[in-house]
């Protein structure tokens, strides 16, 4: 419970937050880019999981448990990501995410 | 009396036609020809011997010749009262058209062993002859109207097969076509004509449907189809078998292109006895055609054989190729039968016109044979067919002379020949039915003596040509059958016909008609008179007439067009326009219809491919695109 | 093992033995013996089948064999014969045996080739004798597809494309089949013991406004493959690409599999159905008899000819199924037969022919009899039992089905009937065309002296089809009455 700031202040950041994200993933042709803002969603996600736990349910901690299970993931698959970045671009000397299409055939 | 040998009578032949048919490479020709004239003397012998057994012993029980069935076996059930049996009916028309094959038969068969002789397929002929042999002998006893339709389809390709003997040669392989493809356009009128009787009357067997106090003739059928009775319609649609099989108007095309076949094979089939099937047809199914409403089919019957006959003898007078002459020829005679059929009468001396037609069916195959088998010895001699390559062959060929000379005055009605007396009695037949057809018949018999001595004239007599090798007798085989037959032409004239033949069956007592048989004659010898100046010594006169008749000729010699006509159906409609449309329509439309759903198919999903871009970004946009609509489908659901 | 089961397992076998075969005379001993065993049992079968008609056996069906194989579903392995089957087997071993023969000489990958013929083989002898709807439908597509492969590897011409175009079209009737199956199945009990045996749906009733539907889905279904009008089209281009003795079988065996299944399941199981839509498909089937006819008329490639004389001959058979008497129905089984003998005579001839001439162009063709008697002799002889001549099976055939067909009263059938009876004069004009260019007139080239005769294998090819065409040409009593007999349990259905 922060004084002086409603659920709904931040909720609304982490809309923009999410949105921020989604925005960049769709559109950074950059596989970095692209990895960090799927972190900007995870991110918004968490902090949304938190504030849940912390204006509704005080009295009980799944939403924290949950978002550090969150965080935990969220680091295992960038470490994953970039090394999949990492020997795409040993393989192509890019991290564009159009030259990823090569992949398919 | 048991009949049941006459199952032998046909088997005989079709055993041949097997043996030679199977063994024609491993056969020498001479014993292929011996082993068919063999088989078809016995066949004949059988013939003759049930002939005699039945005329004069056991057939007339009360004054009536009675049928007998000398054999009979179901062969196939179509439903509880349909069901085709496969048997020997001996009746008086029967026996006497069995007497007619074999003979015809047995002459031609000798009479090829020297006309065929050297050809290479001689084996092949013989297997030929004796099938067809067969088949006419089955079409001749059968027992119902399924077992003649069953011959009269054999007989058809037996024709078929013998026209197109010549394989190699394009104008014989076009004939036999057209033979086949013809007299099967008829016989979808005779099977159709089938299927409705036999499913009114409910029985194909010809002895309960021509019992005339049977309930089919005398309840009749109820069902009625254009204010005509079923069976009659049924009837008419048989005639048009019978029509197309016997060469009359309109379906007669094919008859003078078959004589691409060997002449003896015209001889058989197509002037003695296939083409009299349809006379036979008529004859068979008498009583039915005479009962059912008022004869109305016979009326039918009289007026196309009266217009063949005429129509086919004025062909016949222009004609130049002399077994075409002969074609005619038998059209028109064929036509004079049916004509005598369809004026007659039933009861005693009233069916004067069925016995007259018989009679004449009988002495007509003689000297019809005899004419063909002449023409024949000629063609043999000189290696052509037309008149222009004849002429004085007299002396050459005394037998072939005298026989053929025997032969046109019978056909033209002299007097004391075959010819005459059966003429005669179709004339007197028709006299007294109607006069129109009467003075249509006395007309075509004297154009029967023109155009008969016309080419007698221009054969035997008539200026000499220069030939490439000089024409000499042929050889004995071939002027013995001639000779036989030639007694053949004027001895059956004594014969007492009405006593043995008669549409009630009890026998008659027929009489020369004077006045009418001596204006026959006077007509007959104007003919002979006239062709005798115009063709005795080589002169102009002919062309003289042919230049004043002018497009009246043009169009005779050109049998009326009938056959540009049926050409320009077939060929231009039929296969052009209706076949190559339905080709084309299957091509485009049906089956590009088929490619047309694989195509959109394939089309359709190449449109859908670009979706899967293969880029996750494509797809994340979707997705997202995809959760927003639900969402805000939800929140504005209400 | 029981009479049945053998025709499933004699072709695994040989199968499986021609896995070890190592070259083209090895591969061919064993079809030949494989498929001697077959003809032997289906020879066989026809006595065992009188032995047991004679011993007061009346079911409807015999040699009956059940057990079950799914057991949640209720799919079960039943099998039986009745006189149709019978036959219907007989035509499929002899076909087969024929096909060996014709494909004495073939060049490339024999071994399999034998084995995709062998395993069309087991297809149809199973789809012949099943009595489980499931199991049916399993052998019908294990019949269907190894002609994807037939044609598509040794096939000619556009050979991919036919093929293509054939295995859509028939799994497109497949699909509709199924559904139909499944109705079937969905109505078997009032009470929810589904089943797929035949007889037992047979003895329920099912709902007319079920039937109403269902039927037609059924008979388009199997009528695909029966070569209705306007579903034909995959088969003058599959026929013309295939190699010799898969046209053969296809057209002698396959295409009946549509009459046959029509019969069995879509006129017994649905007669309401029947009887309401038979009007439309007898449209249908009429149009197919007469176009099928007329459109041959003007084809130029000889199997262009006779796929459409199919197109036209199995149109009637299902005119004749649709006219819904037992005349008709007898006549439909013995054109079936008939008409399976006859085209695969023809089509053997063609190969034949085209192996030494290298065309199929009739206008190319002439004077064959000079050249090559023994096979043009064949063939007019099959071209003259094709055009109905009495003394060959077509003639039998078509009259039981004309003379059935003209039992039904009204106009609309007698019209129909009429047209079909003119297909007798249209099929004389192609059938003699073909002969008329093809085998007489002069000899077209020069080389045509040169063609061989006809060797050992292709005289005992041919004379094992036209030996039967014969024999149900002259002797056809026998054989109608077995079928009628065997017809009785659908009349009592429609009744």
């Known amino acids: 419970m922060i004084s002086g700031i409603s659920i709904y202040h931040i909720l609304t950041l982490t809309t923009i937050l999410f949105f921020i994200g989604i925005y960049g993933f769709i559109t950074r042709k950059n596989l970095i880019a692209i990895l960090i803002s799927i972190e900007l969603i995870l991110n918004a996600s968490v902090v949304n999981f938190v504030i849940f736990n912390t204006y509704l349910y005080p009295d009980m901690l799944q939403g924290v448990f949950f978002s550090i299970f969150i965080i935990a993931i969220a680091a295992a698959e960038s470490a994953l990501a970039v090394s999949i970045i990492v020997s795409f671009y040993r393989m192509l000397a890019s991290v564009d995410v159009k030259d990823t299409e090569t992949l398919k055939y | ?638 | 093992m029981d009479i049945l089961s053998l025709f499933i397992v004699a072709p695994i076998i040989t199968v499986a033995a021609l896995l070890f075969a190592k070259n083209l005379k090895q591969s061919r001993v064993i079809s030949l013996i494989g498929s001697l065993v077959q003809f032997a049992m289906a020879i066989n079968l026809i006595f065992a089948y009188l032995a047991e008609r004679a011993t007061g056996n009346t079911a409807i069906m015999v040699f009956t064999k059940s057990a079950v194989w799914f057991k949640s579903l209720n799919i079960r392995y039943d099998v039986g014969a009745d006189g149709i089957t019978v036959f219907m087997i007989v035509l499929a071993s002899i076909v087969v045996l024929a096909g060996v023969f014709i494909s004495w000489k073939i060049k490339d990958l024999p071994k399999e080739f034998f084995i995709s013929l062998i395993v069309l083989a087991t297809g149809v002898y199973g789809f012949f004798i099943s009595l489980d709807l499931f199991l049916l439908f399993l052998f019908f597509e294990v019949a269907v597809i190894p002609m994807y492969l037939l044609i598509g590897i040794w096939g000619s011409g556009p050979k991919e494309k036919s093929a293509m175009k054939l295995t859509i079209m028939l799994m497109g009737a497949s699909a509709l089949l199924l559904v139909g199956i499944l109705g079937l199945y969905f109505y078997s009990s009032p009470d929810g013991a589904y089943t797929f045996n035949i007889l037992e749906i047979a003895k329920v009733n099912i709902p007319a406004q079920v039937q109403h539907y269902l039927f037609p889905v059924v008979f388009i279904g199997f009528a695909v493959i029966g070569a209705l009008f306007p579903f034909h089209t995959w088969s003058p281009s599959g026929h013309a690409s295939a190699p010799t003795a898969v046209s053969m079988l296809h057209a002698g065996v396959l295409m009946k599999l549509g009459g046959y299944g029509v019969f069995r399941v879509a006129m017994y199981l649905l007669p309401i159905g029947a009887m309401e839509w038979s009007w439309f498909f007898i449209i249908l089937s009429v149009i197919g008899v007469v176009y099928g006819a007329l459109a041959a008329i003007k084809q130029t490639d000889l199997k262009y000819i006779n796929a459409y004389s199919s197109v036209s001959h199995l149109g009637l058979v299902l005119f004749a199924l649709l006219m819904l008497n037992k005349t008709s129905w007898n006549g439909a089984i013995l054109q079936s037969l008939s008409h399976g003998f006859m085209t695969a005579l023809f089509f053997a001839l063609i190969g034949m022919i085209y192996e030494r001439s290298h065309t199929r162009d009739v206008r190319e063709l002439g004077g064959l009899l000079k050249v090559i008697p023994f096979i043009s002799v064949i063939y007019v002889i099959a071209g003259l039992a094709s055009l109905g001549l009495p003394g060959f099976s077509g003639f039998v055939a078509e009259m039981t089905i004309f003379v059935g067909a003209f039992q039904n009263v009204d106009m609309f059938h007698r019209v129909a009937t009429i047209l079909g009876v003119t297909v007798i004069v249209i099929t004389a004009v192609y059938i003699l065309r073909a002969v008329g260019m093809m085998l007489m007139g002069p000899v077209k080239k020069e080389e045509y002296y040169n063609f061989p005769k006809a060797t050992w294998y292709e005289k005992t090819g041919i004379f094992l089809l036209l030996i039967p065409i014969i024999i149900i040409g002259t002797t056809p009593l026998w054989i109608s009455d077995i079928i009628m007999d065997s017809i009785k349990p659908f009349i009592e259905r429609m009744l």
């Not at chain 2, 005055?409 to 002299?414: D, P």
Request: charged residues 10%; aromatic residues 16%; glycine residues 8%.
């Open chain 2, 1 to 638: 009396m048991n009949f049941s040998y006459t199952l032998f009578i046909p088997l005989i032949p079709l055993f041949v036609f097997l043996f030679l048919g199977i063994l024609h490479t491993k056969l020498k020709p001479k014993l292929a020809g011996t082993i068919g004239v063999l088989g078809l003397s016995t066949s004949t012998l059988l013939s003759y011997y049930t002939a005699y057994k039945y005329f004069f012993e056991v057939g007339k029980v009360d004054g009536v010749y009675q049928t007998f069935i000398g054999a009979k076996t179901t062969w196939i059930n179509f439903t509880e009262l349909l069901h085709i049996d496969m048997g020997v009916l001996l009746d008086p028309i029967s026996i006497m058209m069995l007497v007619v094959v074999s003979t015809i038969s047995l002459m031609v068969h000798i009479y090829s062993l020297g006309y065929m002789k050297g050809e290479a397929g001689f084996n092949r002929y013989y297997a030929f002859l004796s099938l067809f042999t067969f088949s006419m002998y089955g079409l001749v006893i059968a027992t119902n109207i399924f077992q003649m339709y069953i011959f009269w389809e054999l007989v058809g390709v037996s024709s078929f097969l013998l026209i197109g003997y010549y394989y190699d040669k394009p104008s014989a392989v076009a004939a036999a076509k057209k033979a086949f493809i013809v007299t099967r356009f008829a016989d979808l009128g005779f099977l159709i004509g089938i299927l409705i009787l036999s499913y009114y009357a409910g029985t194909f067997d010809f002895q309960i449907l021509n019992n005339p106090q049977g309930a089919i003739i005398s309840n009749g059928i109820g069902a009625s189809f254009m204010g005509l009775s079923v069976i009659t319609w049924a009837l008419i649609l048989m005639f048009v078998g019978g029509a197309g099989k016997s060469a009359m108007f309109p379906l007669h095309i094919w008859l003078p292109d078959a004589m691409e076949g060997p002449t003896p094979v015209s001889a058989l089939i197509h002037a003695a006895t296939m083409v009299v099937a349809g006379v036979y047809l008529v004859a068979r199914m008498f009583p039915l055609y005479y009962f059912i409403d008022g004869g109305f089919v016979l009326q039918i019957v009289a007026y196309v054989g009266a217009f063949t006959s005429l129509f086919a003898a004025i062909i016949a007078c222009t004609q130049n190729d002399i077994k075409r002459v002969l074609a005619f020829s038998t059209m028109s005679q064929i036509g004079y039968m049916m004509l005598a059929l369809g004026v007659s009468g039933y009861d005693g001396h009233e069916g004067l016109g069925y016995m007259a037609s018989m009679f004449h069916l009988f002495t007509h195959a003689m000297f019809k044979a005899l004419l063909f088998l002449g023409a024949g010895s000629v063609i043999h001699a000189v290696h052509s067919n037309l008149m222009k390559d004849m002429g004085g062959l007299r002396k050459y060929m005394p037998i072939t002379n005298i026989t053929f000379f025997i032969a046109a005055l019978s056909i033209s009605g002299f007097p004391f020949t075959s010819g005459f007396f059966s003429k005669d009695e179709i004339l007197s037949a028709a006299f007294e039915n109607s006069k129109l057809i009467y003075f249509v018949g006395l007309f075509v018999a004297g154009l029967t003596a023109f155009y008969m001595f016309r080419i007698y004239f221009s054969i035997f007599w008539g200026k000499e040509k220069t030939y490439k090798h000089t024409p000499h007798e042929s050889p004995l085989s071939m002027t013995i059958p001639l000779i036989l037959l030639a007694i053949l032409s004027i001895a059956p004239g004594y014969i007492h016909f009405s006593d043995f033949i008669s549409a009630d069956r009890g026998g008659f007592e027929a009489h020369l008609n004077y006045p009418l048989a001596i204006t026959a004659v006077v007509t007959g010898l104007i003919g002979i008179l006239v062709a005798y100046v115009f063709y005795k010594k080589e002169n102009n006169i002919p062309e003289k007439v042919s230049k004043t008749f002018g497009a009246i000729y043009t169009w005779t010699y050109h049998k009326f067009y009938i056959d540009e006509l049926y050409l320009f159906v077939t060929k231009k409609i039929i296969f052009n326009i209706v076949s190559a449309s339905f080709a084309w329509f299957d091509k485009k439309v049906i089956d590009d219809s088929m490619i047309g759903i694989g195509d959109a198919t394939i089309n359709s999903s190449e449109k859908i491919k670009k979706l899967q871009s293969g880029k996750f970004q494509d797809y994340a946009t979707w997705f997202i695109l995809g959760a927003i609509a639900l969402v805000l489908y939800f929140l504005y659901k209400n």
